[in-house]
């Protein structure tokens, strides 16, 4: 099997993320994310202060959204991750070779991100609730970003 796009992505709190969820295809987002400060000053300018770079070209960090569609016990599951810093594999990667695209080739493989955990939007789409559609973002926090 080569790098393909899966059913699945892994999220988990140890290195080597094992633990699966399925994803919806096509609703990976990477969206990019500068750190900025705004403040106002007693006469009303405004400051804006950004994170830059040794060339001071601004930081920008790229953050991970998917939806998911979940049963009961794996929401629960992902809800106590809030808030935990999580590796992560998006469902572009290889689950069964030893290749630089599959979960074997952690940490040389560019396919793990680390990042911190949170739901943004956390839906039960049937009336038992057996069904949740979620929408998570992993949040990056390489400590080099590109």
């Known amino acids: ?23 919806l295809q096509g609703s990976w987002n990477n969206i990019p994310r500068a750190t900025i400060a705004i403040d106002y000053a007693l006469n009303g300018i405004v400051h804006v202060h950004r ?28 809800r106590l991750l809030v ?12 689950d069964n070779e030893n290749g630089a695209g599959s979960l074997k080739a952690f940490p040389l493989s560019d396919y793990v991100v680390r990042g911190v955990f949170n739901i943004d939007q956390n839906i039960a789409i049937d009336p038992p609730c057996t069904y949740w559609r979620m929408a998570i973002r992993i949040i ?3 400590e080099d970003p590109a």
């Open 1 to 23: 099997m080569t790098v393909g796009i899966q059913d699945h992505i892994h999220i988990d709190t140890v290195a080597t993320p094992v633990a699966e969820y399925p994803s």
């Open 51 to 78: 994170l830059l770079d040794d060339a001071s070209a601004i930081i920008l960090y790229e953050d991970t959204v998917l939806e998911m569609l979940c049963t009961l016990a794996q929401m629960l599951t992902l």
């Open 83 to 94: 808030g935990s810093t999580v590796y992560f594999v998006s469902n572009y990667h290889d």
């Open 140 to 142: 990056d926090i390489q």
